[in-house]
């Protein structure tokens, strides 16, 4: 079994500042990572993923994250936000022959003028 | 852009009642997924299917739930005799074959038990 971590709740930010979420998770098999948005009243869209390769994945609307296996970590990146990236942040993973999603608690972004 | 749609937006429903949400999934896509988020909890997975049958499902997704394919388009869940606990947004998801496939959410239909 598998579960996912994001140790920030909540993370306010000023516009064009950059802002980092952190995801950790657990697993005793290899893993695919995903972040997922969910903007207010809409369901979840698929920012980026890693699958497997280079470390380093970029996704839409400017994010990147980076697969760290050693650290078990896949931290969310954008260095520079808007006020339309103020929503609620999902890291997941499923395993490799699995293909539900397990996810972390959230993180909601609030970017401000 | 395809899209998987969900049907009601909103359903409202009283304690015993039995309520089924609907699931429109992308047409070529072969698996299928019902999730659930309580508010101000995580996303939780409750079921998947393929090839017109459960492939897995969670503690959650106990005899009061089911799920069915009647037609080969839509994908329903029903909650048989709801409780005030299944107050939730409920997320259909969908996913193709592809290796480096992943899932599509629909917007979600939240389910007020009351």
């Known amino acids: 079994a598998q579960s996912v971590t994001q140790l920030d709740s909540q993370v306010p930010v000023f516009e064009e500042a950059p802002v980092e979420l952190r995801c950790n998770y657990s697993s005793s098999v290899s893993v695919y990572l995903f972040w997922y948005v969910q903007y207010p009243n809409q369901g979840l869209q698929l920012l980026l993923k890693?699958?497997?390769?280079?470390?380093l994945v970029k996704g839409i609307n400017g994010f990147e994250a980076e697969f760290n296996k050693s650290q078990t970590s896949f931290h969310l990146r954008k260095p520079s936000v808007h006020i339309s990236d103020t929503a609620e942040y999902f890291c997941?993973?499923?395993?490799?022959?699995?293909?539900?999603?397990?996810f972390g608690a959230g993180t909601t972004v609030t970017v401000r003028a | 852009e395809p899209e998987v749609t969900q049907t009601p937006s909103h359903q409202v429903t009283q304690m015993g009642q039995e309520v089924i949400l609907r699931c429109v999934p992308i047409?070529?896509?072969?698996?299928f997924y019902w999730y659930r988020q309580i508010l101000g909890q995580k996303v939780e997975f409750l079921v998947s299917f393929y090839n017109n049958e459960i492939s897995e499902k969670s503690e959650i997704f106990d005899d009061q739930f089911s799920v069915e394919r009647p037609d080969g388009s839509n994908f329903t869940l029903k909650i048989r005799s709801t409780k005030l606990e299944d107050s939730a947004m409920y997320f259909c998801a969908s996913e193709g074959q592809g290796l480096n496939d992943e899932q599509y959410f629909g917007p979600g239909t939240r389910l007020t038990v009351t």
């Open positions: 047409s070529n896509h072969l698996y």
């Open positions: 997941a993973v499923s395993d490799l022959n699995d293909y539900k999603l397990s």
């Open positions: 890693y699958l497997s390769g280079s470390t």
